[in-house]
C-alpha cells in the first residue's frame, strides 16, 4: 500500500489540513478549519437545515424512481457533495450542473486511481511517470501550487480539496453501503422504521437530538459505519522526530499508517466481528453502546475535523429516507455482492436499487 504515499507526494504539496506535516502551521490550519465549520452551523439547527434541504431534494429524486430499477451512486454523491459545497462555497448546485458533474467526477476518479494498480507502477517504476498513462488523469485533477507559507492562495486550495474530499466521498460510499446492505437484511430495515415511526411520530422531521431516543437505528448506522470501513489505512502521516513506542525505535520521518480495518474487525472486540449484525452495539437491555474499538473516524489530534457533520448526515439521510420509503433489493439483480471497489476510499460495487412509498404512515414532506 505503499505505492498510494508515494504517488500523492509527487502530485501534492504538503498543505491543507489532511497530508500537512504536523506542527504549528496544521496546527493552525486546523483551527482555521474547525472554526470556520463552527461558523457555517456544524452541530447548530442551521446545519440541520441545510441537510434537511438537500435530503428533499434526494427525495424528490427518489419519488422520480418509484417502482423503477436504478443506481443511487450518483444521487448519493451529489447530495453530499452539495452539503460541503453550502459550507465552502456558500451554495449548492443542480445535479445536472456541469461543475457538479466535474467535481464529483474528479474526487471519485482520484479516489480509484490513487490506490490502484497504475499508482502501484508509478511507485515502482520511476521512467514510466512521463508517459501518458491512466494514473495521470489523477495528476490533471489536482494541479499542486507553488506557495506554501501558511495562508495563501494555494493553501486555501488545498483547504477547500481537503474538506469536499473529505466530506463527499466517504460520506455517500458510507450510504450507498447502508443501503445496500438495509436492502438485503429486510428485517432490520423494517425494525428501524418501527423505531423511526414511533419516535417522529407527530414530528414533520428528525432532528439530531432524536438519536438519543433511537438506539436501534443508532447501532444499525454505527454497524454500517464498521462494515463499511470507508478509509481503511485513514491517512498516512509520518514521525517528526525519533521516538521510541513499547521498546521500538521509530526514527524521524517514518512512515505511519493506522490500520482501521484491525479495530473495526478485531476477533474479542465485536460480538461478530465478521458479519453485518447491528448487535455490536446493542447491550443486553437493548441500549446502545459503543465499543472503543470503533473508531471509523480515527483517533488521537488527527481523528477527522468533519466527524460531528458525517454524523448528523449519516443519521438524518437514513432516517428521513427510511421514514418516507421502503428499499427493496431488484428481483433481476442477483445476489448482491459486498466486496468493496478499492483506492483511497472503499467504495461498493454499482448496484440497482428499487423503492416504494411507505403507505402505512401519513409522512409529511420537508
Not at 494541479?143 to 481537503?162: H, K, N, V, W
Not at 420509503?325 to 468493496?340: C, R, S, V
Request: charged share 20%; hydrophobic share 40%; aromatic share 12%.
Amino acid at each position: 500500500m505503499l505505492h498510494f504515499y508515494a504517488c500523492f507526494c509527487a502530485t501534492l504539496p504538503f498543505i491543507g489540513v489532511i497530508l500537512a506535516d504536523y506542527g504549528s502551521s496544521w496546527k493552525e490550519q486546523r483551527r482555521f478549519a474547525l472554526m470556520n465549520l463552527r461558523n457555517f452551523g456544524m452541530g447548530k439547527d442551521s446545519m440541520e437545515e441545510r441537510i434537511h434541504g438537500e435530503i428533499q431534494y434526494t427525495v424528490d429524486t427518489l419519488e422520480k424512481s418509484i417502482g423503477k430499477s436504478f443506481s443511487p451512486q450518483n444521487m448519493f454523491h451529489n447530495a453530499a457533495s452539495n452539503i460541503i459545497c453550502q459550507v465552502l462555497f456558500g451554495k449548492r448546485f443542480e445535479y445536472q450542473d456541469e461543475t457538479m458533474k466535474t467535481l464529483v467526477q474528479c474526487f471519485t476518479e482520484n479516489a480509484k486511481i490513487a490506490n490502484g494498480p497504475w499508482a502501484m507502477l508509478y511507485d515502482s517504476f520511476p521512467l514510466i511517470r512521463s508517459l501518458p498513462l491512466p494514473f495521470r488523469q489523477a495528476f490533471k485533477n489536482v494541479e499542486p501550487g507553488d506557495d506554501r507559507s501558511s495562508f495563501s492562495e494555494a493553501q486555501l486550495t488545498m483547504y477547500i480539496l481537503d474538506l469536499h474530499f473529505a466530506g463527499t466521498d466517504t460520506t455517500s460510499n458510507t450510504l450507498l453501503t447502508g443501503f445496500l446492505y438495509l436492502m438485503n437484511y429486510p428485517q432490520v430495515q423494517e425494525r428501524c422504521q418501527q423505531e423511526i415511526d414511533m419516535v417522529l411520530e407527530g414530528k414533520d422531521q428528525a432532528s439530531s437530538e432524536d438519536r438519543n431516543n433511537m438506539p436501534y437505528v443508532q447501532a444499525v448506522i454505527h454497524e454500517i459505519q464498521r462494515v463499511a470501513n470507508t478509509v481503511p489505512l485513514s491517512v498516512f502521516h509520518c514521525t517528526t522526530k525519533a521516538t521510541e513506542l513499547n521498546g521500538y525505535s521509530i526514527p524521524k520521518g517514518t512512515l505511519i499508517i493506522p490500520n482501521l480495518t484491525s479495530v473495526l474487525n478485531e476477533e474479542g472486540q465485536w460480538k461478530f466481528p465478521n458479519e453485518f449484525n447491528p448487535e455490536n452495539f446493542l447491550n443486553d437491555q437493548g441500549e446502545f453502546v459503543k465499543p472503543e474499538a470503533f473508531m471509523p473516524f480515527s483517533a488521537g489530534p488527527r481523528m477527522c475535523l468533519g466527524e460531528g457533520l458525517a454524523r448528523m448526515e449519516l443519521f438524518l439521510f437514513t432516517v428521513t429516507l427510511l421514514r418516507k420509503f421502503k428499499f427493496i433489493w431488484p428481483e433481476d439483480a442477483g445476489e448482491p455482492d459486498f466486496t468493496p471497489v478499492y483506492g483511497v476510499t472503499l467504495t461498493p460495487k454499482p448496484y440497482r436499487m428499487k423503492v416504494q412509498l411507505r403507505v402505512s404512515q401519513k409522512i409529511p414532506n420537508l
